[in-house]
């Protein structure tokens, strides 16, 4: 997959691998199956990234469009009822503020990997 803004790429052994590390850390932080976790990035390898490794943590992710004006951002936010969020955006982590969100993780945090 190619990054049409950034040109970036990621083969689909990396999509595998990074995809792996970020379920696992997932699941460290809680994530149980069944669970919604808000996905809020741009279209690009990070998004797949998580989508994937949400799923593989057994989770249900929940894409939320980070072009979203804020208060329909919020809105969705909250009907989520998620506790998890991945997102590097300030405006979808002060839309989340007063949501059942509790866990915010960015991209580096699944680049990063279990701890």
């Given at each position: ?9 990621i ?8 995809s ?37 943590a ?58």
């Open positions: 997959m190619v990054d049409p803004g950034t040109g970036l790429a083969t689909e052994r990396q999509l595998d691998e990074r792996a590390a970020a379920a696992v850390l997932l699941r460290r932080r809680g994530v149980c199956a069944g669970d919604t976790v808000l996905v809020c990035l741009p279209v690009g390898p990070d998004l797949l990234v998580a989508a994937d490794a949400v799923i593989a057994g989770g249900v992710a929940c894409p939320v469009s980070p072009d979203l004006d804020p208060g329909v951002l919020r809105d969705r936010i909250r009907a989520s009822r998620a506790r998890v969020m991945i997102t590097d955006l300030c405006a979808a982590r002060e839309a989340a503020d007063e949501s059942r969100v509790r866990i915010v993780l960015g991209v580096a945090d699944l680049r990063d990997g279990p701890s």
